[in-house]
C-alpha cells in the first residue's frame, strides 16, 4: 500500500514539474515585530512533531514542542515540552528590522531582527527540530527546557472524555486527575528530558468499568515514554536543564525527540541515541534538501489559487483571503496528520494555554478522547487534495487496531455479530467512562452507555467506511481494499443487518436517534442514507477481489433499506432527520447526511428540491465550527449562500490569536480542526464533485471569482485548470480517457 501511495506521488511530481503550479509562497504568513506570548506562535510540524514557534520583545525563541503519540499515564495528550533559546549580547533594543516569515513553500520558520537570522525546521523526514542561527558578530546561544510538570499535581477541573471515576471509592466519586513530573536526564555535553508513564488509568480502569476486562490486551498507556534530547556543535553544558553554544556567529541546536512504548527509562535513551547517531550520519545540508523535497512534492499534488475578476478591492480581499486560509488548514493538517494516531479535533498538537485554559498547554477543552462526528472532518478533503498517506492513521486507528474489540463488545453487549463504533471513544477503543457511567457492566441489564448523548448514534461505522472507499476510489489500491475496506464494511453491515429486525423485509431501524439531537427515532437519516450509499458503493465496485458472496450480501441488506425519511413543514416534502423524531437535545441538521457526507443527493439530482427545502426550513443554521452548512449548500449548488458562509468562516479566527488560520474555539478548542476541515471541503466542492463516473467542474462557483486549480478525482485521475471570467481552460487531464467524464456546469 504504501508502494502505491509513493508511486503516485512520483507521478503528481513528474506531471507538476512539466506544467508548473501557484506560487504557494503567496499565502505565507510574516510579522514585522516580536510577540507578547504563545497568543503570537507560528505553526510548524513534520506530520509528527509540530511547534508553536515565537518571539518574544526581549529576542528570545520559544517555542512548544507537541506530538501525536505523547499520551501519559491518564490517557491525555500532552506536550513534549517548551524550548526557549537566548541569544546574547543582544546589542540592540527594542529589536530591530524585525521580520518572522512562515515559509510554506518547504516549511520553515525565518527570523531576523538586529544582525541575527534564525531558521527554524522541522525534519519532514526525521524526528528532529533544527534551528540554525546567523549573526554577523560573535555572539553565544542558550537552550533551556522549560518544564511546567515538575511535580505532581491535580487538575482543577475534569473534562468530559478525561478517565473520570475511581472504582475504588465505595460511592463511586469522581477521581482527581493526577499529572506526574516529568524527569530531567544528566549528561556530559547534551540536555535532555523524558515523561515516563509508571501508572495507567487507562485501558485496565476502563474495561474493569465496561465488562471488557476478558479481553487481552496490551496496556498502550503503560510504560510509554516521550520527551527529547537537545544537542550543539559546540556545546557547554551549564547544568541539567540549560546548554550554551560556545561563541561564533553560526550556531545550531537540533533537538531530537522520540515515543516509545513499551520501554524503559535506559531503552529510550540508547534507541533515541541510535537514532541521533543515524541521523547525524547525513549532513544538515543534504537532510534539508531532501525535507523541502517531500515539501514540493506535498504543495504540487494540488492547489487552489483564487482571485477578483473586477476591481473590486472588498472581492479581491476576500478572494486572497479564503485561498490563503485553505492553504493555511493544509498545511497545518500535514504538520500533524501524518503520525501514529489521528488528528485531534480539539486543538490537534497546536494546543497552547489559550485564553480560558484553566491550566497550561496541556489543556484542551472536552479532553483526550475522540468524537467521531468532530474527528472526521478534517479527513473529507484529503482524498481531493491527494494527501492520501494522512487518513491511513484515521483508518488505523479505528479498524486495524480497535476493531476487533468492537467486534467483541458488540457481542457481549447485545448479542449480535458484527460491529458498532460508538461515537466516542479513547483512542484505545473503550468508550468515555463519562458516557459508559456509574454502574458497572455486571449490575446492568442495558449494557450499553448510560449517557443518552450517543446510546444509539452509529453512523461512525458508515462514516468509516465511506472514507475508505474514498480511499480506495481515488487510489486504485488493491491491497488497501483487501485489509481495509471488505472486512471493515463486513462487520459494520452485519451489525445493522444481525440488531434490527425487519417487518414485511424491510428493516426497522429502532431504537436509534440521528446524530446527537433526535434522541428517539425510527429509521434516522444518518445511518439510512449511510447504508445506501455505502452499499451503493460497494456493489459499484470494480475488482477482481470481490466475490459472488459478498455482492450477494451487500444486494441482501440494499433489498431491505426503506427509503430514505421525508417529512412536511407548511404543505412543503423535505428529507427529514428520520421516519419519526422526537426529544431534540442539540442542533445538527441530520436530515441533511443525504447531501453530506453520503451524497445521495447533489445539485444535480432529481428529488434534490427535497433537501433544499430542507436546507431552508432547517432548524439551527450557522457556519462555525463543526456545523456543516456551507457543504450542504455547496452541494446543493447554492453559490451565493456557499460563498457567503465560506467567506465569513474564512474571517472567523480566534481573537486572541496572531495566526490567522488558528480558528476557535467556537464549539471545540483551539485551533479548531472542525472549522478548518470544513472550510476545505467546502472549497473543494465548489469547483470539484463527483457522481459515479462524472465529474463536474465549478458546480458552485461564484462568477466574481477566478480561479486556478489542480484537484484530484477517483480513479488516479488529476485535473487542472483555469477559470478567468467566465471561461474555463482545462490545461491537463491524467489519464487522458476521463476528459469524456467532465461536465462543466458553471
Not at 504568513?29 to 497568543?39: A, D, E, H
Request: contains cysteine; glycine residues 4%.
Amino acid at each position: 500500500m504504501k508502494k502505491i501511495i509513493l508511486i503516485y506521488l512520483f507521478i503528481q511530481s513528474t506531471f507538476l514539474s512539466q506544467t508548473g503550479s501557484i506560487t504557494v509562497s503567496n499565502y505565507n504568513v510574516s510579522w514585522n515585530s516580536p510577540s507578547k506570548n504563545y497568543n503570537g506562535s507560528m505553526p510548524i510540524g513534520n506530520g509528527d512533531i509540530g511547534l508553536n514557534v515565537w518571539v518574544e520583545e526581549n529576542g528570545d525563541l520559544l517555542f512548544y514542542i507537541g506530538k501525536t503519540d505523547s499520551w501519559d499515564g491518564n490517557g491525555r495528550l500532552l506536550k513534549i515540552g517548551k524550548i526557549r533559546i537566548k541569544l546574547s549580547p543582544l546589542t540592540k533594543y527594542p529589536l530591530q528590522n524585525f521580520n518572522q516569515t512562515l515559509h510554506l513553500e518547504n516549511s520553515t520558520i525565518d527570523i531576523k531582527y538586529n544582525d541575527n537570522k534564525i531558521k527554524l525546521w522541522v525534519d519532514a523526514n526525521n524526528p528532529v527540530v533544527n534551528v540554525e542561527i546567523e549573526s554577523s558578530e560573535i555572539i553565544s546561544l542558550n537552550a533551556t527546557i522549560e518544564l511546567w510538570r515538575n511535580s505532581q499535581y491535580q487538575l482543577p477541573s475534569i473534562e468530559i472524555s478525561d478517565v473520570m471515576y475511581d472504582h475504588n471509592s465505595s460511592n463511586k466519586q469522581i477521581a482527581p486527575t493526577i499529572v506526574e513530573p516529568d524527569s530531567i536526564l544528566n549528561f556530559d555535553n547534551k540536555i535532555g528530558w523524558f515523561h515516563v508513564n509508571n501508572k495507567s488509568i487507562g485501558p485496565t480502569f476502563t474495561a474493569n468499568q465496561q465488562g471488557l476486562q476478558n479481553f487481552k490486551r496490551v496496556d498502550p498507556l503503560l510504560n510509554r515514554i516521550f520527551g527529547g534530547i537537545i544537542t550543539s556543535e559546540n556545546p557547554i553544558k551549564i547544568d541539567k536543564k540549560n546548554i550554551q553554544s560556545k561563541n561564533s556567529t553560526k550556531h545550531r541546536f537540533s533537538i531530537y525527540l522520540l515515543t516509545e512504548h513499551p520501554s524503559t527509562p535506559q531503552k529510550w535513551i540508547d534507541n533515541l541515541d541510535s537514532t541521533i547517531n543515524k541521523i547525524e550520519k547525513v549532513s544538515i545540508e543534504q537532510r534539508f534538501q531532501q525535507h523541502c523535497f517531500w515539501w514540493n512534492n506535498f504543495w504540487e499534488r494540488s492547489w487552489i489559487d483564487i482571485s477578483a475578476n473586477n476591481s473590486n478591492q472588498k472581492d479581491e480581499e476576500e478572494a486572497f483571503m479564503v485561498s490563503q486560509t485553505y492553504a493555511l488548514q493544509r498545511f497545518i493538517n500535514a504538520c500533524n496528520g501524518r503520525g501514529n494516531y489521528p488528528i485531534k479535533f480539539n486543538g490537534a498538537i497546536f494546543n497552547v494555554p489559550f485564553k480560558d485554559a484553566p491550566v497550561d498547554a496541556d489543556y484542551r477543552r472536552w479532553g483526550p478522547g475522540y468524537w467521531w462526528q468532530n474527528t472526521r472532518l478534517p479527513y473529507y478533503s484529503m482524498p481531493t487534495s491527494g494527501d492520501y498517506e494522512m487518513m491511513l492513521p484515521l483508518f488505523k486507528m479505528y479498524s486495524k487496531e480497535n476493531m476487533e474489540l468492537f467486534k467483541y463488545r458488540t457481542k457481549l453487549y447485545l448479542n449480535v455479530d458484527g460491529a458498532f463504533i460508538p461515537e466516542c471513544i479513547y483512542f484505545w477503543g473503550d468508550i468515555f467512562s463519562e458516557s459508559y457511567g456509574l454502574t458497572p457492566f455486571e449490575n446492568r441489564t442495558d449494557k450499553l452507555q448510560e449517557s443518552g448523548w450517543h446510546k444509539y448514534e452509529w453512523v461512525s461505522g458508515l462514516e468509516l467506511v465511506y472514507l475508505m472507499l474514498d480511499y480506495f476510489e481515488y487510489t486504485n489500491d488493491e491491497e488497501f481494499l483487501i485489509e481495509y475496506v471488505l472486512p471493515t464494511s463486513k462487520e459494520i453491515i452485519s451489525f445493522f443487518d444481525n440488531f434490527y429486525k425487519t417487518e414485511n423485509d424491510i428493516l426497522i431501524m429502532e431504537p436509534s436517534q440521528s446524530g446527537e439531537t433526535w434522541w428517539k427515532c425510527l429509521n434516522p437519516m444518518p445511518e439510512l442514507a449511510g447504508l445506501h450509499s455505502v452499499l451503493n458503493r460497494l456493489l459499484n465496485l470494480k475488482s477482481d477481489k470481490i466475490n459472488i458472496e459478498m455482492v450477494d450480501f451487500w444486494e441482501s441488506i440494499k433489498s431491505k433499506l426503506p427509503n430514505l425519511p421525508i417529512h412536511e413543514k407548511d404543505g412543503i416534502k423535505m428529507l427529514a432527520p428520520a421516519e419519526k423524531f422526537e426529544n431534540k437535545m442539540n442542533i445538527e441538521n441530520t436530515e441533511l447526511y443525504s447531501v453530506f457526507p453520503f451524497q445521495l443527493i447533489n445539485f444535480n439530482s432529481e428529488n434534490k428540491q427535497l433537501a433544499i427545502d430542507a436546507f431552508k426550513y432547517r432548524l439551527d443554521k450557522g457556519n462555525w465550527g463543526w456545523r456543516q452548512d456551507d457543504i450542504f449548500a455547496s452541494y446543493l449548488g447554492l453559490v451565493d449562500t456557499t460563498k457567503k458562509y465560506l467567506v465569513e468562516r474564512a474571517k472567523n479566527k480566534n481573537v486572541d490569536s496572531r495566526f490567522p488560520a488558528f480558528w476557535g474555539p467556537n464549539y471545540d478548542w483551539t485551533p479548531d480542526q472542525t472549522h478548518g476541515g470544513v472550510l476545505m471541503k467546502t472549497l473543494q466542492s465548489m469547483i470539484l464533485q463527483t457522481d459515479g463516473d462524472k465529474i463536474y467542474l465549478l458546480p458552485t462557483w461564484p462568477k466574481e471569482w477566478n480561479v486556478k486549480f489542480k484537484l484530484n478525482a477517483p480513479n488516479q485521475t488529476v485535473i487542472e485548470g483555469n477559470y478567468t471570467n467566465s471561461k474555463l481552460e482545462i490545461i491537463k487531464i491524467i489519464p487522458d480517457y476521463r476528459k469524456s467524464d467532465i461536465v462543466f456546469v458553471n
